[in-house]
């Protein structure tokens, strides 16, 4: 698969790139619906960056196939499968609960904001012709996912 840039600070290969990936050969290559997702995605990153204070934003995971998906043990539904989330932390900023916080009342339109096991914030925009939902749910070990983002640990 070309790299390619798909905003000024993000390019294809950090939403597609995967150690499981790579080490069971799976074909991690969206495909142009995925790809038009994913561009969206970045766009929405990029005012994600601009909340934040310009800091950078790595990104742990984006598009996954529904074969990588199943890999990594994904929700059989997940919206990586369609390049509409990424889980991202970005430390330069603060905690992964800090920056949660502050991507959910930034005014960034958002289908779904995680805070993840503190580990991670997984942000999700909505398909191309459905409303943004504005859902805030954290999850931790044992808890499973519950209402707003807090800290569960």
């Not at 900023?93 to 289908?111: E, H, I, N, Q, R």
């Not at 993840?116 to 999700?124: D, G, I, P, T």
């Not at 805030?136 to 807090?150: D, E, F, M």
């Amino acid at each position: 698969m070309v790299d390619r840039k798909l905003s000024p600070n993000f390019k294809l290969s950090e939403f597609t790139d995967s150690q499981t990936a790579a080490r069971r050969g799976i074909d991690n290559t969206p495909d142009a619906e995925s790809l038009r997702n994913l561009q969206r995605l970045a766009r929405t990153l990029e005012d994600v960056r601009v909340v934040l204070g310009d800091v950078p934003i790595r990104i742990s995971s984006g598009y996954r196939s529904a074969e990588l998906n199943r890999a990594v043990g994904g929700a059989k539904n997940s919206a990586h499968t369609r390049g509409l989330a990424v889980d991202f932390t970005a430390p330069a900023f603060g905690s992964v609960l800090a920056t949660a916080k502050a991507v959910a009342k930034s005014g960034v339109a958002f289908d779904q904001i995680i805070h993840e096991y503190s580990q991670w914030v997984h942000l999700a925009i909505p398909a191309e012709d459905a409303p943004p939902r504005g859902e805030l749910l954290s999850i931790a070990k044992g808890t499973g996912y519950q209402p707003g983002l807090k800290n569960l640990a």
